[in-house]
């Protein structure tokens, strides 16, 4: 356990369907990072907060998802309208300062049917 | 583009030596992060570089060449419990962040 906690772990939803996770980071940590993992595949990187900032997004995150980190705390990740290609592991990472190790939560497994 | 290659799969006897590469290509490149992930787990942090050499922890250790854009992790006295997939990312400057750009993993089975 390394304190960074996700909920839910598991999400079964259906195409159309909008889903919302939560991520819990290290309490001290005021950079928090959320990535997409596939199968086979490292994660990858979709958006960064440092407090309540959203300060970099990925071309990755289209329209449909949005993130927010509202007291600088927790932060959510919303998927609207999802789509079958969405099904994906969720991972939420926090550290400390750049440059230093990002610690990642168990994940939320989207699957989208 | 930043492009991290690493090979696939490996596979190791227990209680042997096994050695990961991964080469880089990158701009911003602020160090070299190797993470450890069991199937179905959130990725763990093994080690960081972010100048060249060597740096030691256990049975663990992490090479970093920069000119060469070239890094190793090498595992020693292999157990049963190391089979899990080894990830190389790569920590890019970009300001006020420090994001990690993966590798796809190597994954790594030790057999008996």
């Known amino acids: 356990d390394t304190g960074v906690s996700q909920n839910p772990r598991h999400k079964i939803t259906k195409r159309g369907q909008n889903v919302t996770f939560r991520c819990d980071p290290i309490?001290?940590?005021?950079?928090l990072y959320w990535y997409r993992q596939t199968l086979g595949q490292g994660p990858e990187f979709l958006t960064y907060?440092?407090?309540?900032?959203?300060?970099?997004k990925s071309r990755l995150l289209s329209d449909r998802f949005s993130a927010e980190r509202p007291k600088g705390s927790f932060s959510t990740l919303e998927i609207q309208r999802t789509e079958q290609g969405d099904s994906a592991m969720y991972l939420c990472?926090?550290?400390?300062?750049?440059?230093?190790?990002?610690?990642f939560g168990p994940g939320t497994r989207l699957t989208v049917t | 583009g930043q492009n991290i290659d690493q090979p696939t799969e490996m596979t190791a006897t227990e209680g042997a030596i096994v050695q990961i590469n991964c080469t880089y290509q990158t701009s911003g490149f602020n160090g070299l992060f190797w993470y450890q992930q069991h199937a179905g787990e959130a990725p763990t942090f093994l080690s960081y570089?972010?100048?060249?050499g060597l740096e030691e922890k256990g049975r663990f250790s992490s090479f970093l060449s920069r000119s060469k854009g070239y890094s190793y992790l090498l595992l020693k006295e292999l157990q049963m419990k190391d089979s899990a997939s080894y990830l190389c990312a790569v920590s890019l400057n970009t300001g006020t962040a420090s994001k990690l750009t993966f590798g796809t993993g190597t994954r790594l089975q030790v057999t008996l």
């Open positions: 990472a926090s550290s400390l300062s750049p440059g230093e190790e990002q610690y």
């Open positions: 570089n972010v100048l060249d």
């Open positions: 309490s001290e940590h005021n950079r």
């Open positions: 907060f440092q407090n309540e900032a959203q300060l970099e």
